[in-house]
């Protein structure tokens, strides 16, 4: 009964309505209202993405979510942690 965290990769914005319906499936299935929704946006690795694109996909996720203003929370996480760190010289920030 304390609610629950849903979390949302890149590939469930790839269609507004199908998000929605997916969205409005789980909800109904769990039977729990979207005052009780923790929401998780996440953007994966941005690693090698300029800040303004990463913040221009981000808002344009965030304008395409139903019932923004319902949500208990809403969080958005991206990782840019390198795939390697042979190129790195060590002891240099």
């Keep these: 009964g304390k609610g629950i ?3 949302l990769v890149p590939d469930d914005f790839e269609d507004e309505d199908e998000l929605q319906d997916v969205i ?3 909800v109904e299935l769990l ?3 979207h005052n009780k929704i923790d929401l998780l946006i996440d953007s ?3 690693f ?3 800040a303004a694109t990463v913040a221009q996909v ?3 996720k965030i304008a395409n979510l139903p019932y923004l203003a319902q949500w ?3 969080t958005l996480i991206a990782g840019a942690f390198p795939t390697g760190l ?3 010289t060590s002891g240099i920030w």
Aim: hydrophobic share 50%.
């Design 5 to 7: 965290a849903l979390r």
């Design 24 to 26: 409005d499936a789980i």
């Design 31 to 33: 039977g729990v209202e």
């Design 44 to 46: 994966g690795t941005v």
């Design 48 to 50: 090698g993405v300029s």
């Design 58 to 60: 981000a808002r344009a």
């Design 72 to 74: 208990r929370t809403l």
């Design 86 to 88: 042979a190129q790195l």
